[in-house]
């Protein structure tokens, strides 16, 4: 299998990142976790830029010991001297220089002509040679550079003494055939091409720096160059979390293969992601919240199956600790079953039914289903197996800071008779408590009320639970809704029932059980 090198920018172009800018503290805590990822090369900054962009460098080249460290530089000899006083204490020392190749580029910004810049790239190569045991080229813009002025300008920096080549896709333009012809056509006709190595660097303008990073390691580069979560300059670079996962999980279409410990990369992703203040969209390859999450029933079913039905990536090769069956309104059975079995509940095929179906109604109003959300439905479901004597239809409450607040309820009766009231009260809990009381045959004392939320967010369920005594019983009940006062109202309808089971009440006429 060819061996992939992986050369990461994250401290370099991915601190170009608009609005991100890493102190030297979390330039180093990044880079030692670059080093356990165990890429090949890390790009640790550009150390004529600031003095606090040099003193990351040094101190990232004098500690990382199993990763080549480098820093960028002009084609301009008082930068390579600061690199060098940056990077020399580092094992192997190694220079990026580069200079800009293409005609927008040298017309505009460098006001060079093409013989210019061959000079100066050979004369900026030669020099760092002369320090530098590692030199790398960069010919900015080559995807947009004439082919054979790169022809001619390669052989001559190879022959100064540069190791690796890159020809960088700089502002993100070229596609996938193109880039595969542009390395194919260097790889033919430079005469000394095998005294080097090529290198990748993409931008994601359009979208495409992974597929074209790809498509550049078919066509014969043997070195990829991209940034942790995609981070960079403008669009940002290649993401090289997911470069590494393509070549490991295609490798028998690409036959190659990174060096990289797979399963560090959703720490370093994490890690990145904090540090640079740059959050990772849910839905990203490899590393998003979701990349490992199924939300349909028939993905799920699927999934609970055999994983391999909908994901080509196991979780744990990612550092990943496991999938996640998010339970919505498209969930199936199968899922819903496998999640209140998880947390602890048996339910036979009927209970199972009813459970889904409260479920399936939960969903229809809110958003994810949690673990919490599962327990509160499933102890209702517990006393759903009672005797419901009482049913309560529908809650009308009427609130207003000057106003007396009335509460209008209906209810089925244990003669499965709909029956209506209405009672005032000092607020909206005594207003429908006091007339659910009007409706049944009995008084009821309420001794505790207690509500919470079942998680957090707008849109999370209300969860009462109350403890009466009716009839000489003492029973707490419980109720779950969108609604705080529907939970109430269940709530005390809940306890009042099952007062009434313990007492034998006699069965209603015609058994009806909503859940
Ligand atoms: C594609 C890339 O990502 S390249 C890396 C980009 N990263 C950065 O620019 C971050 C660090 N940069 C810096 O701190 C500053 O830009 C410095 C220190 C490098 C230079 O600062 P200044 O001297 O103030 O120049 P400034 O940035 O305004 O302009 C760039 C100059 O470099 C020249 N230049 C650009 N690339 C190169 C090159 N590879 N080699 C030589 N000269 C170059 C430009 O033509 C321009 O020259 P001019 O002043 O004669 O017109
Ligand atoms: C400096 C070079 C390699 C670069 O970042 C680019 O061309 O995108
Ligand atoms: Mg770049």
Redesign the pocket.
Known sequence: MRKIQVFDTTL??GE?TPGVNLNFEEKLQIATQLERLGVDIIEAG?P???EG?FRAVKTIADTIKESSVTG?????KK?IDAAWDALKGGVEPRLH????TSPI?MKH????TEEEVME?AVE?VKYAKTMFPHVQWSA??ACRSDLDFLVRLIEKVIDAGAEVINL?D?VGYITQEEIRHRFRYIKENVPNIDKAILSTHCHDDLGMAVANSLAAIEAGADQVEGTINGIG?RAGNASLEEIAVALRIRNDFYQAETGLQLNEIKRTSNLVSKLTGMPVPNNKAVVGDNAFAHESGIHQDGVLKETSTYEIITPDLVGVSSNRLVLGKLSGRHAFKEKIESLGYKATDEQLNKAFKAFKDLADKKREITDEDIFALMSEQKAGDEVKYYELETIQVTYGTNNVTTATVTLKNPENETIQEAATGSGSVEALYNTIERMIDGEVRLNDYRIQSTTGGRDALAEVYVQIEHKGEQVSGRGTANDVLEASGKAYVNAINRALNLKNYPKKPMEKIHV
């Not at 960028?72 to 301009?76: C, F, N, Q, Y």
């Not at 910004?109 to 060079?112: G, N």
């Open positions: 370099r172009d170009q550009f004529a830029s600031s962009d960028l530089a002009r084609s301009v930068e220089v580069f200079i800009a580029h910004k460098l006001r060079m100066n900026s900015e813009d960088p700089t300059e």
